[in-house]
């Protein structure tokens, strides 16, 4: 119940490509769905966030696209750079609790 | 920079010892979260405390424990350690404790020979 399934485990994409991540839930009290991205060395690092009010968020060249009902969402990364390149996180919270229970990551690897 | 600060960021240590982890966290932050990250697990959360209380508990041994100290700094305690505890732990902070963005250091790398 408590578990975040995150897919692919690696990704190696073209620069220009799109790089797509997917997770899936099964605890319908998740109602916080963030992203973050963590560079070698480095802790992770909020990179977008949804609440399950939206269909969709886009900063930038990310997208958030969250499917309620299928409880699934997924991260696309447009025009992916190399500078891209890193380990991405899914996360989801019940909003009072400070706790977020996070997927296994994916590590992206984007070829100049 | 997080404008967390995670004291040490390298331990090597033996099995059956005992070793304190230091966090401060971003200025203004009353909540700390205490991570682990291996490769088998992932990122699983700890414990939270928030303005000097637990708040919240997750998977954590009942080898560890943890508090925050009134100038907001945290300590997470290791004992009796087994080479599986070998990771590593991150800190992080936010400024409630409705979850928001999580500020996270950048780690204390934790190996037990």
């Known amino acids: 119940q408590q578990q975040v399934k995150q897919s692919p485990q690696s990704l190696i994409v073209q620069k220009g490509g799109i790089s797509i991540i997917n997770c899936a839930y099964e605890n319908t009290a998740f109602d916080y769905f963030p992203w973050y991205q963590q560079f070698p060395g480095k802790g992770p690092a909020l990179l977008i966030a949804?609440?399950?009010?939206?269909s969709e968020k886009k900063e930038g060249r990310f997208t958030i696209s969250f499917n309620k009902s299928a409880k699934q969402f997924s991260l696309h990364i447009m025009d992916s750079q190399p500078g891209d390149s890193a380990t991405y996180f899914c996360?989801?919270?019940?909003?009072?609790?400070?706790?977020?229970?996070f997927g296994k990551g994916t590590k992206l690897s984007v070829k100049p | 920079d997080s404008g967390v600060t995670q004291t040490p960021k390298h331990l090597i240590t033996a099995t059956g010892q005992r070793v304190t982890l230091r966090c401060s966290p971003r200025?203004?932050?009353?909540?700390v979260y205490w991570y682990q990250q291996s490769l088998d697990q992932g990122l699983q959360f700890l414990i939270q405390y928030y303005n000097g209380e637990e708040r919240a508990k997750g998977n954590i041994l009942e080898r560890f424990s943890a508090q925050q100290f009134p100038d907001l700094h945290s300590e997470l305690n290791l004992s009796s350690l087994e080479l599986g505890d070998s990771a590593l732990y991150f800190c992080?902070?936010?400024?409630?404790?409705?979850?928001?963005?999580?500020?996270f250091g950048e780690g204390s790398r934790l190996t037990v020979l």
């Open positions: 996360a989801a919270s019940v909003g009072s609790q400070g706790n977020l229970i």
């Open positions: 949804i609440r399950p009010d939206v």
């Open positions: 200025s203004g932050d009353l909540s």
């Open positions: 992080a902070s936010s400024v409630g404790t409705r979850i928001g963005e999580l500020f």
